[in-house]
């Protein structure tokens, strides 16, 4: 029972319900990020099995007010509002490797033409040491997102793991004379 106490949520940049785990304070662009709930999609359109925001909110309230004093609990528990993070959640990656080979494959993956069959092979192994593309979301985030008025023939792909932004996201906003 003491590890449900110590537990709380927030939304993502994505809007993807995050459960966290306060008893982790290992480093991350979300404080005590430990697993992705629900996904912003299956919360739009819950099944009945979904772990919504109304009962993320109703866990944490159920505790007693002296477990959450103090944690970032207590914002959920006295407000009944999940807080939102301006970044994703990006879970722990399998392997670790130097951040010099990380960065080197981002280099690689933007020489090689779109639908090269490497590029999935560097997301994959990316994806294994926990980085992931910067996915299109509905909102701008300043914290991963660089907004353009003009397509420069820079990469736009941004990159990001569970502890930093590798590189962020540029966002074509429109032409400036549109």
Not at 9 to 19: K, P, R, S, V, W
Not at 31 to 45: F, G, I, M, N
Not at 96 to 123: C, Q, V
Request: proline content about 9%; glycine content about 6%.
């Amino acid at each position: 029972m003491k590890a449900s106490n110590r537990l709380s949520y927030c939304l993502d940049a994505a809007g993807d319900l995050i459960e966290l785990d306060l008893s982790d304070d290992s480093p991350s662009l979300i404080p005590h990020a430990k697993a992705r709930v629900t996904s912003a999609q299956e919360l739009a359109h819950p099944r009945p099995w979904t772990v919504t925001v109304e009962q993320a909110i109703s866990k944490v309230r159920f505790l007693p007010h002296k477990l959450v004093e103090g944690t970032v609990a207590e914002f959920v528990f006295e407000k009944g509002v999940i807080p939102v993070h301006p970044y994703i959640f990006v879970p722990k990656g399998e392997v670790s490797p130097e951040e010099s080979d990380i960065e080197e494959l981002i280099k690689l993956y933007d020489l090689l033409p779109d639908g090269h069959p490497d590029m999935t092979a560097i997301e994959e192994a990316l994806a294994s040491a926990g980085v992931v593309k910067i996915p299109t979301l509905d909102s701008n985030w300043p914290e991963i997102h660089i907004l353009s008025n003009e397509p420069t023939g820079e990469p736009t792909t941004g990159w990001i793991s569970r502890q930093r932004v590798y590189r962020k996201a540029t966002v074509f906003t429109g032409s400036p004379n549109a």
